[in-house]
């Protein structure tokens, strides 16, 4: 009964900012790897951002230096800082956790998150 809630999607203009925010709860026991991967319409799924438990970061070649991912252990929380958005970064955000339980690690999804970015 793992749940992941995310929020902080919205609209805003070209060069604005917005921060995601992802919290994981239900029966885990710790947290492997979170991300956050983004869908446009008539687009496949693709990576954005990812940070390992022990703080390593990967990117996408199109966000980096703009995006910041981050993570908050002790609250089971992931957020993605988004600054001098562009229209091109419009999608639906989804929020990834790879997650140990009881028995195996596996991959939960969010739910997804509208991020619309206007000229």
């Known amino acids: 009964q793992v749940q992941l809630v995310e929020s902080g999607g919205g609209l805003v203009q070209a060069g604005g900012s917005l921060r995601l925010s992802c919290a994981t709860s239900?029966?885990?026991?710790?947290?492997?790897?979170m991300g956050w991967y983004r869908q446009a319409p008539g687009n496949q799924r693709e990576l954005v951002a990812t940070?390992?438990?022990?703080?390593?970061?990967n990117y996408a070649d199109s966000v980096k230096a703009r995006f910041t991912i981050s993570r908050d252990n002790a609250k089971n929380t992931v957020y993605l800082q988004m600054n001098s958005l562009k229209p091109e970064d419009t999608a639906v955000y989804y929020c990834n956790v790879n997650a140990r339980g009881r028995f195996a690690s596996r991959d939960y999804w969010g739910q997804g998150t509208q991020v619309t970015v206007s000229s």
């Open positions: 239900g029966s885990i026991f710790s947290i492997n790897k």
């Open positions: 940070i390992t438990s022990g703080g390593s970061t």
